[in-house]
């Protein structure tokens, strides 16, 4: 009977204990020397799940993450939707970053792709084409001084996904500097195309935590990699998918990474 009791006891403890939400917003992060915030976020062109399109809601966002660089896709550029706006045009400005343009596309008179913002300015920057037979895909290469940063959007169709896993992981099988790739892959944890990228890289953000849909999310399809490089080390000290029911149909997802130099 006593040992009842004392079980009781323990459970009504844990009860009391708060339970770890993994969809929050954050609050001002103190960043250390050498640290970096890298973001990704799948805008959808900053219209919202409230139907209104709204680019200083997400640059808002992005303000108060605080990311040195975040990745972005689904932007349109003059498109006949976006009414001549060009999408990552409108959030440089409002964050105050650099950026570059990957389209994709040609979109409603426009063009319609992927884009990455960033504090420091780029060395260099190319686009390699991807796989997709719905639309073509492809990969946003962003070179700095200490590391390359990628971005992508991968395929809805699955064989093209697996290819673009292949083509991924061959580009930088032999690349000496640090890496990081990050993105919508349109692929859950255990898919085919992120267990081929997890043979190459090694996944910083936790996949447990669900970035869409933004209102309920219920899965993760937004990741951020690293490539496994045993010349470099780092430490990963946080990672979250940010509170945002409304900006977008995902949710942004950011990792805290201390760069060992």
Same mark, same amino acid.
């Given at each position: 009977?006593?040992?009842?009791?004392?079980?009781?006891?323990?459970?009504?403890?844990?009860?009391?204990?708060?339970?770890?939400? /993994?969809?929050?917003?954050?609050?001002?992060? *103190?960043?250390?020397? @050498?640290?970096?915030?890298?973001?990704?976020?799948?805008?959808?062109?900053?219209?919202?799940?409230?139907?209104?399109?709204?680019?200083?809601?997400?640059?808002?966002?992005?303000?108060?993450?605080?990311?040195?660089?975040?990745?972005?896709?689904?932007?349109?550029?003059?498109?006949?939707?976006?009414?001549?706006?060009?999408?990552? @045009?409108? +959030?440089?400005?409002?964050?105050?970053?650099?950026?570059?343009?990957?389209?994709?596309?040609?979109?409603?008179?426009?063009?319609?792709?992927?884009?990455? +913002?960033?504090?420091? *300015?780029?060395?260099?920057?190319?686009?390699?084409?991807?796989?997709?037979?719905?639309?073509?895909?492809?990969?946003?290469?962003?070179?700095?001084?200490?590391?390359? /940063?990628?971005?992508?959007? /991968? &395929?809805?169709?699955?064989?093209?996904?697996?290819?673009?896993?292949?083509?991924? @992981?061959?580009?930088?099988?032999?690349?000496?500097?640090?890496? /990081? +790739?990050?993105?919508?892959?349109?692929?859950?944890?255990?898919?085919?195309?992120?267990?081929?990228?997890?043979?190459?890289?090694?996944?910083?953000?936790? &996949?447990?935590?669900?970035?869409?849909?933004?209102?309920?999310?219920?899965?993760?399809?937004?990741?951020?990699?690293?490539?496994?490089?045993?010349?470099?080390?780092?430490?990963?000290?946080?990672?979250?998918?940010?509170?945002?029911?409304?900006?977008?149909?995902? +949710?942004?997802?950011?990792?805290?990474?201390?760069?060992?130099?």
């Amino acid at each position: 009977m006593e040992k009842f009791s004392r079980l009781w006891s323990l459970l009504f403890l844990l009860f009391l204990l708060p339970v770890p939400t /993994f969809c929050q917003k954050s609050k001002e992060i *103190k960043l250390k020397k @050498n640290d970096v915030i890298f973001m990704t976020y799948n805008v959808r062109n900053c219209h919202g799940l409230d139907d209104s399109t709204n680019y200083q809601r997400v640059a808002d966002i992005i303000i108060r993450i605080n990311p040195q660089i975040v990745a972005l896709q689904e932007l349109d550029s003059a498109t006949l939707r976006s009414k001549g706006m060009v999408a990552i @045009n409108e +959030l440089a400005t409002r964050t105050g970053m650099y950026s570059v343009y990957g389209p994709t596309i040609n979109y409603l008179g426009g063009k319609y792709g992927n884009g990455i +913002l960033c504090k420091e *300015k780029p060395v260099s920057w190319k686009s390699v084409p991807l796989p997709g037979r719905e639309e073509k895909r492809s990969l946003l290469i962003v070179e700095f001084e200490d590391y390359i /940063f990628c971005c992508t959007h /991968f &395929s809805l169709n699955a064989e093209d996904r697996l290819k673009s896993s292949e083509i991924i @992981n061959e580009l930088f099988k032999d690349s000496s500097k640090l890496v /990081f +790739l990050a993105g919508d892959l349109n692929s859950l944890p255990d898919s085919d195309p992120v267990k081929n990228i997890q043979k190459k890289w090694l996944m910083l953000n936790n &996949s447990v935590i669900y970035t869409i849909p933004s209102d309920y999310p219920r899965r993760c399809i937004d990741y951020i990699f690293a490539l496994k490089n045993t010349n470099h080390s780092y430490k990963v000290e946080k990672t979250m998918a940010e509170k945002e029911p409304l900006a977008s149909d995902h +949710l942004p997802v950011w990792v805290l990474v201390n760069l060992k130099k």
